[in-house]
């Protein structure tokens, strides 16, 4: 017996309408089901919808301070169950505990940030430019809004969209990864526990099709938050566009790291070990690409395969685990087909690059760290993002081809820079094609409080996490208030 579990719509825990459900398996060992969930459709979209409208009336007008009070009794239960929720996400989608349990701290994080928020929802207020006349701009409510989010973060990555539109006095209806529904199950049972209306909080889980898709064009939408692939983003924002809608993309990656003569290599090897084989590589902000100057390219590259081929693939709910498995079947295909692509294109493997055979491996979605050089900046190993453990490393001869190589790509999520010249540094941080730049640290480990997002492919402008993200969640109205008792014409009598 396996538990099912359900959507939650208009207050209830509820099947989809159509009775039909689909099965989440762990993809460590498939042979481990974690239970049965709604493969919702329209008709449980539209239901969300219609009743997220009236959770958004009884929500928005619980003034935000209070509102922010209910978040942090739901940062208060993420602490309290932080242990049972990193256990399942696991589980659930393979990363090693440690992982999952920073998964879960990212979105205490976000919480206690967005439950604060509740006492500022900042705005400005300038001078008029006529006497007794003062102006002003207040953030309000702004409605309904679609969250799309994806399987590798099942818990941060909604926290960052959900935490901060609830406290700006929206309701939500929430689609997660068809990978992780029990994660979100049990966050928005936190949610209600903790005091958010509970219409105002609306789950429906399933397929990007069936319900993602009619979750963004619903009427009753204002806009939709979204981290995914380029490709479904475009779509989302095509089909926002073409409604008026807002939307905020966060999309795909193809994040380096570049290591310069001058660079701290113990430092340097420690921080591509994380970016590029944490998550197993599954990060938006995970380093696909090493571009290592001439003097140090060939004492890094060695220290590197030799530490890459020590980590222990596992069950990462086991002990001893460094990397997990790969979401499902289709990820570890793409994962081979850029690996054989790799090979095709002239560069050389130099560890990894297949299935492990061991036999406690066989019932997950295991891929072995894989390492390539002498990869030229024109390959479609360079280019494109893998989302797997496959790292490709780059030779340059100086800083000028290391940033230029680094930007010859379409996306600008993340990117690190190591050195030890503090002007390098600086102009690296001037010159990199990104919406986040490390130096002296790995592509991965954005903080809640600071600003997410990417330029070129990445994003189209909007950011998550820190203070920005208030603004998409609100509309913005500007207040004049005229007291000198007479009429006055701006422009005209000023
Ligand atoms: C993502 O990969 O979708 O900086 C988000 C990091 C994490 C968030 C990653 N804190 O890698």
Redesign the pocket.
């Known amino acids: 017996m396996s538990d099912e579990f359900r959507n939650h719509v208009a207050g209830r825990w509820v099947h989809a309408e159509s009775g039909a459900t689909y099965e989440n398996r762990n993809p460590a060992g498939r042979d481990d089901l974690i239970g049965t969930f709604a493969a919702s459709g329209p008709v449980d979209v539209e239901r969300a919808v219609a009743s997220a409208r009236d959770g958004y009336e009884m929500w928005s007008r619980i003034p935000a301070p209070k509102r922010g009070e209910a978040l942090k009794r739901a940062g208060d239960l993420l602490v309290e169950r932080k242990e049972e929720l990193a256990d399942g996400m696991t589980r659930e989608m393979g990363k090693p505990l440690v992982e999952t349990r920073?998964?879960v701290q990212?979105a205490i994080d976000t919480a206690y940030y967005a439950a604060s928020e509740g006492r500022r929802l900042f705005s400005h207020t300038a001078p008029s430019e006529l006497s007794a006349k003062m102006g002003f701009a207040v953030l309000r409510p702004a409605g309904v809004f679609g969250i799309v989010t994806?399987w590798?973060?099942p818990l941060?990555?909604p926290s960052w969209k959900i935490f901060p539109a609830l406290v700006c006095g929206n309701a939500i209806v929430w689609k997660p990864a068809q990978d992780t529904p029990w994660t979100a199950v049990r966050f928005v049972e936190i949610l209600v526990e903790a005091g958010v209306t509970p219409e105002a909080v609306q789950l429906v889980t399933g397929f990007g099709s069936e319900a993602g898709e009619p979750l963004v064009k619903a009427d009753g939408v204002t806009g939709v938050s979204f981290?995914g692939s380029t490709v479904v983003g475009c779509h989302i924002a095509g089909l926002c566009g073409a409604r008026g809608r807002r939307v905020s993309l966060?999309m795909g990656?193809k994040n380096a790291q570049l290591v310069l003569d001058d660079a701290d290599l113990g430092l340097a090897l420690e921080g591509v070990l994380w970016g590029a084989f944490?998550?197993t590589g599954?990060?938006?902000?995970?380093t696909s690409r090493l571009i290592v100057q001439d003097g140090v390219h060939d004492e890094l590259v060695e220290a590197l395969v030799a530490r890459a081929g020590e980590l222990r693939l596992g069950d990462g709910r086991r002990d001893g685990t460094d990397v997990g498995p790969l979401i499902n079947e289709d990820a570890r295909e793409k994962v081979d087909k850029y690996v054989r692509i790799g090979q095709n294109e002239g560069a050389e493997l130099v560890l990894g690059g297949g299935i492990p055979d061991d036999d406690d491996l066989s019932r997950g979605w295991f891929y072995r760290p894989t390492v390539f050089v002498g990869v030229e900046p024109d390959m479609r190993i360079a280019q494109e993002e893998i989302f797997g453990p496959v790292l490709s490393v780059l030779r340059v001869s100086d800083f000028e081809e290391g940033i230029a190589v680094m930007n010859g790509v379409r996306y600008g999520?993340?990117s690190s820079i190591y050195t030890a010249d503090v002007g390098r540094a600086f102009q690296a941080i001037e010159r990199i094609e990104a919406g986040?730049t490390y130096v002296n640290g790995p592509?991965?480990?954005?903080?809640?409080h600071f600003p997410?997002g990417g330029v070129k492919d990445t994003g189209n402008g909007h950011r998550e996490g820190g203070w920005p993200v208030y603004d998409f969640f609100s509309d913005l109205k500007t207040v004049y208030v005229d007291y000198s008792g007479r009429l006055q014409k701006a422009q005209i009598d000023a």
Do not use: H, K, M, W
């Open positions: 920073g998964d990212e994806p590798n973060f941060a990555v981290t966060e990656g944490g998550t599954q990060r938006c902000t995970a999520l993340s986040i592509t991965i480990g954005a903080e809640a997410f």
